[in-house]
């Protein structure tokens, strides 16, 4: 029965579209299928013998449009995250210092807080000094001051760990200093007198102490058998770090540096707050004397120099009225809280006392001088130009050629006759140099020029 009627229905519509035109046979098609899709939906879906339903196994997985898009949008948010972590991580990343040094160093110290030097404590009657929380408190005051220094000391750091890997027989003496020197200027950031050089850079060499520098014009080169004491210095707002050491090439020598670095160490672990000065030149004594060093076949005990000294620190002040000796019989004055000191030693193969020679190239003005008549005119204006230059800072004479001056060494002179200038001449009589700028807080000894290197 249903077949015979589905025939007849299929031959009445047959006969319909004959007359129809093919428009109106497109819109009954239409109507057609929509019709047998809603039939479809209404009829009850059957398992298979898997418990599937034939629309399951032979409809065709759905085209998501949107999966593409959403998956570039995801892969897109991701790398954008990337970028930024990457950025993040460029930005934390520490500024490092060139090979050779050419970043000043407050700039790869952004935070202002510069490394501090080697701490020592206190030791008995100060033990409690380490705990105690007024003391603290003055430190917590002191800090600009300290991170002045500790900055001056930075840049010494790093200009002497440069020149000591390139320090070498046959460089020309005047080379080796301007290349340090220059190096100072650019990493402290040179400017004026609140930021620079404290004084010029001593490369005495051999049977020479201290307080020689070429001046301009001078051939001397560095060989193999010399032993050449470097000693520098940096400033910042006149708080000055004065440290030296000794180089030498020939093993021969090494005893001699040993003594002189062994003797500075223990006049650093003697020095503090209530400390008398001699008793710290006696152990520096002992330490020293304590040494032997074997020169071309020849045995030498190693002397302290009995007339060389450390000495206190003030700002601007190189020399600020306290010397440290570095043999016993010295002075019964104590150290204060507070004070700068430059502990150095000095090993002698020779007499062990120092006389002054050679041509002068070291110059200060005093401390304390007050107006002083003039009546050179050149004079007048030399010293114009060292006061604006280089105030109460030792200068040499190479830094007055280097900002101009011509033709002064007669107003030079009459400076240093009326007593406002002061020359510093070579000292004789000794082969190696070691030293360091300690300070002393209130709560423990900060070594503040201490390195890697000594």
Known sequence: MAGGSADAATKEMEALHVTQTPETKENLNKAASVES??????????????????EAQSSPPEDDDDGPSEDGAAVSAAAKKKKKKSKAKKKKDPLQQTDPPSIPVDELFPSGDF???????????NLWRTTSEEKRELERIQKPMYNSVRRAAEVHRQ?????????????????????????????????????????????????????????SGDKTVLQYD?????????????????????????????????ATKDATNTGIKEAGIDARLCDVGAAIQEVMESYEVEINGKVFQVKSVRNLNGHSIGPYQIHAGKSVPIVKGGEQTKMEEGEFYAIETFGSTGKGFVREDLECSHY??????????????????????INNNFGTLAFCRRYLDRIGETKYLMALKNLCDVGIIQPYPPLCDVRSQFEHTILL???????ISRGDDY
């Open 226 to 258: 010399d032993v050449m004491k470097l000693d520098f210095g940096t400033h910042i707002d006149g708080y000055i770090v004065d440290c030296a050491f000794t180089v030498a090439f020939n093993p021969m020598f090494d005893p001699l540096l040993q």
């Open 159 to 215: 200009v002497r760990k440069y020149m000591r890997s390139i320090v070498k027989p046959g460089m020309l003496m005047t080379e080796l200093c301007e290349t340090l020197e220059n190096m100072v200027r650019k990493l402290i950031k040179e400017n004026g007198l609140q930021a620079g050089i404290a004084f010029p850079t001593g490369c005495s060499l051999n049977w020479v102490a201290a307080h020689w520098t070429p001046n």
């Open 364 to 385: 200060m003005k005093n401390f304390d001088v007050g107006h002083v008549p003039l009546r050179v005119a050149k004079a007048k204006q030399l010293l114009g130009t």
């Open 115 to 125: 490394p501090e030097g080697e701490i020592q404590q206190y030791l008995d009657d």
């Open 37 to 54: 899709d809603v039939t479809s939906s209404k009829e009850p879906k059957v398992a298979d013998s898997n418990g599937a339903t034939p």
């Open 441 to 447: 807080r209130p709560t423990c000894k900060e070594v």
